[in-house]
């Protein structure tokens, strides 16, 4: 014989509650934004609870004060840098948190006009690209949280030798700039009339120095005019030396 055996179903029972259901967040205006620099400028950005009750006053909405929070420090603060990351802030970003960890506030100071939210969530999608570039895959949330310091540390290997690729390329390019600055053939020395005379010209004289004699041979120095010679020596061919003429007078 078949037997039939009933299956009781054991059924939940609710409790119904007067309490209204939570509203979906509804997006920013940009009426809204105008009203909220207003208030801040008006109450500071300490009042929050105060600020959105007016904002709620002046728009059927229900903002509250830690929505009002979030948005000017994540989006109206004018001192919010929103420029593309440079190379310089992903290091700093990269080896803070390499000493701090996920404190994305303490973090922030190190990297002025970056929010703790945009910091956090430039440093994931940064976790993301590598584990993509790794593993060839996208990652899932609790492979990127077991292998976020492994990432974290070759992303950081990585931008720095970044880093040092840039300032090797900088280095030769200053280096080609300076050597531009000579000619590419060797200067010939002008040609003078033989009635050239050198007592109303300015020379600036470079080469070795030339010391005076010891002091035991009684020489003493005297001012005079300044009179210039040409000294053309087989010893120091690639040198020519201004040397003052009467200058020195011995006892």
């Known amino acids: 014989m078949r037997t039939i055996q009933n299956v009781h179903k054991k059924s939940r029972s609710y409790k119904k509650t007067s309490r209204p259901r939570k509203e979906k967040r509804r997006p920013w205006t940009v009426k809204e934004d105008e009203a909220m620099r207003k208030l801040v400028e008006e109450n500071g950005?300490?009042?929050?609870?105060?600020?959105?009750e007016k904002l709620n006053k002046i728009f059927p909405t229900s903002r509250t004060g830690k929505q009002c929070r979030e948005r000017w420090h994540n989006h109206l603060n004018p001192g919010i840098n929103k420029d593309i990351w440079t190379l310089?802030?992903?290091?700093?970003?990269?080896?803070?948190?390499?000493?701090?960890?996920?404190?994305?506030?303490?973090?922030?100071?190190?990297?002025?006009?970056r929010t703790d939210n945009s910091i956090k969530n430039h440093f994931y999608s940064t976790l993301r690209k590598q584990y993509r570039i790794l593993k060839g895959t996208?990652?899932?949330?609790?492979?990127?949280?077991?292998?976020?310091?492994?990432?974290?540390?070759?992303?950081?290997?990585g931008l720095k030798k970044k880093q040092k690729k840039r300032e090797d390329k900088e280095f030769c390019r200053s280096q080609e700039e300076f050597f531009d600055c000579f000619p590419a053939t060797p200067c010939s020395p002008p040609?003078?009339?033989?009635?050239?005379?050198?007592?109303?010209?300015?020379?600036?004289?470079?080469?070795?120095?030339?010391?005076?004699?010891?002091?035991?041979?009684?020489?003493?120095?005297?001012?005079?005019?300044?009179?210039?010679?040409?000294?053309?020596?087989?010893?120091?061919?690639?040198?020519?030396?201004?040397?003052?003429?009467?200058?020195?007078?011995?006892?």
């Not at 950005?45 to 959105?52: D, G, H, P």
């Not at 992903?90 to 190190?110: D, M, P, Q, R, V």
């Open 88 to 113: 310089e802030e992903e290091i700093t970003l990269f080896s803070i948190h390499s000493k701090l960890g996920n404190k994305w506030a303490e973090i922030s100071n190190y990297l002025a006009g």
């Open 45 to 52: 950005i300490k009042q929050w609870t105060i600020i959105s």
């Open 191 to 251: 040609d003078f009339d033989e009635d050239f005379s050198y007592r109303e010209c300015e020379f600036l004289v470079l080469g070795h120095q030339i010391d005076l004699p010891p002091p035991d041979r009684n020489i003493t120095c005297e001012e005079a005019s300044m009179e210039f010679a040409w000294l053309d020596t087989d010893e120091l061919p690639e040198e020519v030396f201004l040397m003052p003429l009467n200058t020195l007078q011995g006892n």
């Open 138 to 157: 996208d990652s899932t949330r609790d492979q990127l949280k077991k292998q976020s310091m492994q990432l974290a540390a070759g992303v950081l290997v």
